[in-house]
């Protein structure tokens, strides 16, 4: 018979390493990447096809480390804080990802 968990304590689940669909998650840079392969995105579009409800400070610092690696880069450069703005995927961020499974060593 099992023991209900203490009040306040969630149930730990069982570690099965062949119950694990994979081993490593992508990143967050990857499936920024992988969105932005579809055509250009605002940071509100990102967001919400990450399954987040706001934009969060990860992903702003996530878009501007991919800015700064010249992954990415903005539809409209001279001006990098209007509303408009949206980024693209850059030949280097298209390389990337076409690397495979290895892309987590963006």
């Known amino acids: 018979m099992r023991r209900a968990p203490a009040p306040g304590r969630a149930p730990q689940p069982e570690s099965r390493p062949e119950s694990r669909p994979e ?5 967050l840079e990857t499936r920024v990447l992988l969105l932005l ?15 987040q409800k706001e934009i ?7 878009v501007r480390q991919l800015l700064a ?3 990415i880069d903005y539809t ?12 693209r995927l850059t030949g280097q ?5 076409a690397k495979g499974p290895g892309r987590d060593t963006l």
Not at 23 to 27: F, M, N
Not at 93 to 97: E, Q, Y
């Open 37 to 51: 392969e579809s055509g250009p995105k605002s940071k509100g579009e990102l967001s919400r096809g990450l399954g």
């Open 93 to 97: 961020g298209r390389a990337a990802l």
């Open 23 to 27: 081993s490593r998650p992508e990143s």
């Open 76 to 87: 409209i450069p001279e001006k990098p804080g209007s509303r408009h703005q949206k980024y």
């Open 56 to 62: 969060s400070g990860q992903l702003n610092k996530v």
């Open 69 to 71: 690696e010249e992954m």
